[in-house]
């Protein structure tokens, strides 16, 4: 692992520590199944009714996780870094009597045998870890079984550009939509002086086809995957891309 996603970690393990693992209002919002949003159910429902194995690299808090299982998937394998998010994302769905279970990994690298699974559901912060998104894409692709599917729902790259003015929306004076990284702000999450990198719609595009993926839909979104304290931002009113998501497909000869 090179030494910016090693002090990532760390800030992870730090942020989950902190703020996450052991929340009861999560583990409400994960038995009622909000955090999956409409537009995910919609795009995932034909999926889910053939009761897929599903793994979520990145699986965080495993919020998610407990939905999955709830709208149809038979098991939800999450794969985290964080030892302490893997510890609360097991204990709330132990809990909530959900078919999860939990391996400690890192993207790439996931402890999986190739092929293994029919729905590679990721994204909700996911990408902007990855400091390779050319392996991100073929450790998805190498986790389907052909015919399997890639859903990733993530913050749209652009969306790192906006301030959160309440008046009108504005761009940062210093980011630019073509960085490479930036350091995560003291007043997001997980800040502990994260470096979050940044890939453009076009380069997660290019980097899923060329893992051998077949893209089937990808849309954008006004509303973030998440607004960090409720904060309601011009920029996130209707005008301005704030999320994506992408559905691929492996193909089943090849
Ligand atoms: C924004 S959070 C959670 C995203 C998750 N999908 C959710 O909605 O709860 C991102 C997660 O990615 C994990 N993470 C970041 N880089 C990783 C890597 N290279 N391998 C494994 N986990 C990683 C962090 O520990 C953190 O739990």
Not at 124 to 139: F, R, T
């Amino acid at each position: 692992m090179d030494p910016t996603s090693r002090a990532n970690r760390t800030a992870w393990e730090l942020a989950h520590q902190e703020r996450v693992w052991a929340n009861d209002q999560m583990t409400a919002e994960a038995a009622a199944g909000v955090t999956l949003v409409p537009s995910e159910r919609a795009l995932l429902r034909d999926i889910l009714a053939t009761r897929p194995l599903v793994v979520h690299p990145q699986s965080g808090n495993g919020q998610d996780d407990v939905a999955l299982v709830d709208a149809g998937a038979r098991m939800v394998i999450g794969v985290d870094y964080s030892g302490h998010a893997i510890h609360g994302a097991r204990g709330r769905a132990d809990a909530l009597g959900a078919a999860c279970h939990y391996l400690l990994g890192t993207v790439p690298g996931v402890p999986l045998r190739d092929g293994c699974v029919d729905l590679v559901y990721t994204g909700k912060g996911a990408l902007i870890w990855m400091p390779d998104i050319d392996a991100w894409a073929a450790e998805m692709a190498r986790l389907l079984r052909p015919g399997g599917h890639l859903f990733v729902h993530d913050g749209h790259p652009a969306t790192d550009l906006w301030t959160w003015d309440l008046d009108e929306p504005r761009i940062r004076p210093d980011r630019s939509y073509f960085g490479r990284s930036f350091v995560c702000p003291d007043d997001s999450f997980p800040a502990h002086g994260a470096v979050m990198w940044q890939w453009t719609l076009g380069r997660i595009v290019t980097a899923v086809v060329t893992a051998g993926l077949e893209i089937r839909q990808l849309d954008e979104y006004a509303e973030p995957f998440w607004r960090m304290g409720d904060v309601d931002a011009a920029a996130f009113r209707g005008r301005l891309p704030n999320a994506f998501a992408l559905l691929a497909r492996r193909p089943t000869a090849g």
